[in-house]
């Protein structure tokens, strides 16, 4: 990578915090200034997340550095904190580019005009996901991640009323017990290998003394069930469905990608600490995982049979998918965890495209619950002509609304001819035939009952979804009522159900770069040699000359 | 003094968890408090204790042994920042709470 690539590496972290920054300077009755700012800013990420994405898979292919790796501060890694690029990495930030992107132009439909300084927090949460997947060191993840919860307690309270403070009292108590274990886990690893870089930790953990192996590993399950409460893991998730369910709509969609930063940073850590190198501590908390991973996906399914309401079956559909995945890191293989990236993205895209939707088929539904409506009525009174310069409202609304929520509904399920069944079946294979078994060896019987939940959690999936769409759609006695969407409001969530379109049509190229990085995930002395050998800039003559 | 800063971590860390567990909002909050304070004076310790070290090298010849770990020292710093921002940030909720509810119940409403 050349001088000025290698900058574009912190620009994802930069980029959103001058943009929050610049936010908070404008006072909240110049909406339409600060929408524009926020909305510049999002889609230069998304570009910009596109552009590292290229990067980082072009890097391989021509023999080249796998891993781009920005040192701040000039200081060389195992003493400063690093920045790291990899294709984990870049998905990452892409994904969580693209759910911006939708949540964002949702919300300027008329959310963003529900509380103070959305734009602000928006950008600010933006900032600690993108830092978060790329650092490269234990301690900076921690400031990362908690700039991202700071300001996603603000965003979960955006809209206010009863219900939002109730859920985000219990969520932030939650996070900041989870915040100490957290750190409890942090300082267990540095006072057992005296490091807190990700690739001198996989480097120095084969070393450790026995007498302290013991406290090793107590540190990072410590650090394991914090990144577990946030991607919700049995019996650590009661929080999410509630919590997502009273946050508002595109403060939803965008929390979808919160949990899967838990699930990014537990696939990274223990393949990169505990992998195959790490001499006895090889394989540490991977069967915990994959027991954990399946209770919860057993969980997450009966959750979504007994939802009531749309939100809460959203909510569990985020437990049933974070459970999926985290029983796939617990089976530690590339073919599984390159089927369980795709499936990833899918269902990250589909839950955020359905928490969407649900606003808009809820709206109708019970006039006196659309609390928006009060708070903009003097505003649409005032300047109706603003109204529709904002969007017109769609014809056909029951049907075009009928038929996202059909896509939801196979999607979540997984089924054919859509990327959540691409995703499954990928999976499923891999489970069947996993990379570098004996081609005579049968398949434990733990990966068969792995199989079957995945399987009748897709089933439960499909018969919730029918049921809430019978109920909303086809069985109002006096027809259903018919909400008004505007065309800024549908487009988001079109966007997100094209992407998992597209998703399908281009599965195979994909596929390839999901089991590119499932490989250099598995095989991750690349990426300690690329961390631990970076180059430090030289300075040059004229900088040295200076005083 | 590895046993006297045990048995402290130890008490702060028991009472915030007994804390955290009650069901008003104020002895939440206050238990959070105490088990932060608790995490700090751990991380503290995971540098090992010194007592007269100094956590700066000078030039010269060095002995790293008569010298205090710097780098949990500025862990610290941090977390206390953080923490300390994040309690005022759940005292205003906790607050706002109380205004909607009526009640300081962390659920909102009294059980029956």
């Not at chain 1, 859920?167 to 006072?191: D, E, R, T």
């Not at chain 1, 390159?338 to 993205?345: I, N, R, T």
């Amino acid at each position: 990578m050349t001088d000025a690539a290698n900058h574009l590496l912190i620009a994802p972290v930069v980029l959103p915090l001058i943009a929050g920054a610049a936010l908070m300077m404008f006072d909240e009755r110049r909406h339409t200034l600060k929408a524009m700012i926020n909305a510049v800013s999002t889609l230069l990420m998304l570009v910009l997340a596109v552009h590292l994405l290229t990067l980082a898979d072009r890097g391989a292919a021509d023999g080249g550095a796998m891993t781009g790796v920005y040192l701040l501060g000039n200081w060389p890694a195992p003493f400063g904190i690093v920045l790291v690029l990899d294709r984990l990495s870049a998905l990452m930030l892409v994904l969580a580019g693209l759910l911006a992107v939708a949540a964002l132009v949702f919300a300027l439909a008329r959310w963003h005009r529900g509380g103070p300084h959305f734009h602000t927090l928006f950008q600010f949460l933006l900032m600690g996901v993108n830092g978060a997947v790329l650092t490269g060191d234990l301690f900076n993840l921690f400031v990362f991640f908690e700039v991202m919860l700071a300001a996603s307690y603000g965003l979960a309270l955006h809209g206010s009323g009863p219900a939002r403070v109730k859920a985000g009292l219990h969520y932030i108590a939650i996070n900041l017990a989870a915040s100490s274990l957290f750190l409890i886990g942090v300082a267990l690893i540095y006072g057992t290998t005296g490091t807190l870089n990700m690739a001198d930790l996989a480097a120095r953990i084969p070393e450790v003394p026995e007498a302290d192996r013991m406290l090793l590993h107590a540190g990072a399950a410590l650090l394991g069930i914090a990144f577990l409460v946030k991607a919700g893991m049995w019996p650590l998730c009661f929080w999410l469905p509630t919590t997502y369910t009273a946050a508002a709509a595109p403060v939803a969609a965008v929390f979808a990608i919160l949990s899967k930063v838990g699930i990014y940073i537990l696939l990274r850590l223990s393949l990169l600490l505990f992998g195959a190198t790490a001499g006895a501590s090889s394989g540490f908390g991977a069967s915990w995982l994959f027991v954990g991973g399946l209770l919860t996906l057993a969980f997450g399914a009966i959750g979504m049979l007994s939802s009531q309401s749309m939100g809460r079956l959203a909510g569990f559909s985020i437990i049933t998918s974070s459970g999926t995945l985290i029983a796939a890191i617990g089976l530690s293989n590339a073919g599984v965890t390159s089927g369980a990236l795709f499936y990833m993205v899918s269902s990250t895209l589909t839950v955020s495209a359905f928490f969407l939707l649900i606003e808009l088929i809820e709206r109708a539904q019970d006039p006196s619950m659309d609390e928006l409506a009060a708070f903009t009525a003097p505003d649409e009174d005032a300047d109706a002509e603003t109204e529709d310069e904002v969007g017109v409202v769609i014809p056909g609304t029951l049907a075009v609304l009928g038929i996202c929520f059909a896509g939801c509904g196979l999607l979540l399920a997984g089924l054919p001819p859509l990327s959540g069944f691409v995703g499954k079946l990928a999976l499923l294979s891999a489970m069947l035939s996993p990379i570098g078994a004996e081609p005579e060896s049968t398949v434990p019987g733990s990966t068969w009952l792995f199989f079957a939940l995945l399987i009748l959690s897709g089933l439960a999936a499909m018969i919730a979804m029918v049921r809430a769409g019978i109920r909303t759609f086809w069985a109002p006695a006096e027809g259903p009522a018919v909400p008004r969407v505007r065309l800024i409001e549908i487009m988001p969530v079109a966007f997100l159900l094209v992407l998992c379109v597209g998703m399908s049509i281009q599965g195979g190229a994909l596929m390839r770069y999901m089991d590119a990085t499932a490989q250099s995930l598995h095989a991750p002395s690349a990426y300690i040699e690329n961390v631990l050998e970076a180059p430090r800039v030289e300075r040059t003559k004229a900088e040295e000359a200076a005083p | 003094m590895e046993l006297m800063l045990a048995i402290g971590i130890g008490v702060l860390i028991g009472s915030g968890v007994w804390l955290l567990l009650r069901t008003r909002t104020f002895q939440v909050i206050i238990g959070l408090s105490l088990i932060a304070y608790g995490v700090n004076l751990f991380i503290f310790s995971m540098g090992r204790l010194k007592t007269n070290a100094a956590p700066i090298l000078e030039a010269g010849a060095v002995d790293p042994s008569r010298y205090a770990d710097p780098i949990p020292q500025a862990l610290v710093l941090t977390a206390i920042v953080i923490g300390f921002a994040t309690t005022a940030l759940f005292l205003v909720v906790l607050l706002a709470s109380r205004g909607l509810t009526g009640s300081d119940h962390v659920d909102g409403t009294e059980s029956k």
